[in-house]
């Protein structure tokens, strides 16, 4: 297991061993005592499958009261992840980071408390598992503007994205509720 740090040092990149031959291939995806070796140790308590169509964006969803850590990898298909730093106190508040997680490259994001996440589809669909560190609350759930022009986040669209009703009324960074 190898852990990569990102430029906002809080968001990692996690690379399983893969072991592959003719047969196909086997890996780890979570394992607690080596996550512990590589200083993610975290205790998970909900597993999240998605499944989305090309140009689907979902995001950004953010928990305040109750945040959640989220590691999050792909089984099927392709997604350019996003995390924005929402932790008013952090040097890298207001930015954010991009990672692409496919079924090719095996890699997961870890990102933790404080950050909202979002991804984009990039392959004809793609499957999303992430486990996370609290439960889900749909009333403490917050989503952040996509496409705030604070934030600039280069999202590689073709085309506009499919979006939830929920994601189209998300707020602006100036707009938001926030983490200390």
């Not at 975290?42 to 597993?47: A, P």
């Not at 989220?70 to 929402?86: C, E, F, P, T, Y």
């Not at 408390?113 to 598992?129: I, K, M, N, P, R």
């Amino acid at each position: 297991m190898k852990l990569t740090r990102t430029r906002i040092a809080d968001v990692a990149v996690v690379e399983p061993e893969v072991f592959g031959d003719e047969r196909g291939f086997f890996m780890e995806s979570y394992h607690r005592k080596k996550f512990e070796a590589i200083g993610l140790a975290r205790e998970f308590v909900q597993d999240n499958h998605s499944r989305s169509a090309r140009n689907v964006l979902r995001g950004l969803h953010y928990q305040l009261g109750q945040p959640q850590g989220k590691l999050v990898r792909v089984v099927s298909g392709s997604i350019w992840d996003v995390a924005v730093d929402l932790r008013h106190s952090s040097p890298t508040f207001g930015q954010w980071i991009a990672e692409e997680l496919s079924e090719r490259n095996k890699r997961m994001l870890w990102i933790p408390e404080g950050f909202a996440h979002g991804f984009l589809v990039t392959s004809a669909s793609a499957d999303v598992l992430y486990k996370t560190t609290e439960f889900y609350a749909a009333e403490r759930e917050r989503s952040l503007l996509w496409n705030d022009p604070q934030l600039a986040i280069a999202w590689p669209l073709s085309g506009e994205p499919l979006l939830s009703r929920k994601d189209r009324a998300g707020l602006p960074l100036g707009e938001a509720e926030l983490f200390e």
